[in-house]
């Protein structure tokens, strides 16, 4: 594969978002809730407060989806009034946001679980290469859960994600799912081809990867928003705060 010096996906054939739509790992929101939230985090105009409560709004509204895939248990309650059926989600699941951008969508599932068991992968792709470079793994000594929920916002080649998941699978993680904000076709196809087992929950598939390997239309630079450690980013809404 030719990689061209600093431009890093120029030439680089690419699937159109057509041809990976309709693969059955692929999950794309259709809520309007979700549409809502990522139109502010797609404008360069937020600033990073709202830019973060955005991205928890959103991950709520993703978690809810991709958790449809959970099995319900069975159970007995009591209400104030008399004993009911009613079930509970049986299946133990843990969260695995790669660092950084990852975190942003911690909340978003702690907020529906808040005792959630939470791993880190942390991974940063080569602006030259856009290979991943691991550098942090936290995960607990066993495999303590059903399901790891894979949390990253951009799926862009998809070699970030490739590779956190070979890790998880390498540790004995038997089930996997994938939960991000924006995917490109380029990064779907990447990692149906390599996980073919890992189902994929996104708020959106974009049109395809820039020359830089950036995602467009996209949201920029993901952790550069979150963490304002980029310099042409809108000012702090208050800086008082
Ligand atoms: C971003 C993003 C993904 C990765 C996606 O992280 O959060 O992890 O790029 O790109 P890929 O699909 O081409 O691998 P980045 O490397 O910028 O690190 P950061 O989260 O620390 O900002
Ligand atoms: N990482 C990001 O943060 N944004 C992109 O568009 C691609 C990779």
């Excluded at 159970?75 to 990852?102: C, K, N, S, Y």
């Excluded at 602006?127 to 495999?143: C, I, K, M």
Aim: net charge negative; charged share 20%.
């Amino acid at each position: 594969m030719f990689m061209h010096a600093g431009k890093p996906m120029r030439g680089q054939p690419q699937p159109t978002r057509a041809v990976v739509a309709g693969l059955p790992q692929l999950q794309v929101s259709r809520h309007p809730v979700v549409a809502h939230k990522l139109t502010i985090l797609r404008d360069m105009t937020t600033d990073s407060a709202t830019f973060r409560h955005a991205m928890t709004d959103l991950t709520v509204c993703l978690a809810y989806e991709a958790l449809a895939e959970m099995r319900p248990t069975p159970t007995r309650v009591q209400t104030p009034l008399e004993e009911t059926d009613g079930t509970m989600l049986g299946e133990r699941f843990a969260i695995v946001p790669i660092l950084r951008a990852g975190l942003g969508m911690v909340d978003g599932f702690l907020t529906l679980f808040p005792s959630l068991q939470v791993w880190h992968i942390g991974l940063y792709r080569d602006e030259a290469s856009l290979q991943p470079v691991t550098y942090y793994n936290r995960l607990p000594g066993l495999a303590t859960v059903d399901t790891c929920f894979v949390l990253d916002p951009m799926l862009a080649t998809g070699g970030s994600a490739v590779t956190a998941i070979a890790i998880l699978k390498e540790w004995g993680a038997r089930s996997i799912s994938y939960v991000g904000i924006i995917a490109a076709p380029y990064g779907v196809q990447r990692l149906v081809d390599a996980h073919p087992d890992v189902s994929i929950h996104v708020a959106a598939l974009d049109r395809a990867l820039n020359e830089d390997g950036y995602i467009v239309p996209g949201l920029g630079d993901a952790g550069d928003r979150l963490y304002r450690t980029s310099g042409d980013l809108p000012p702090a809404a208050n800086h008082r705060e």
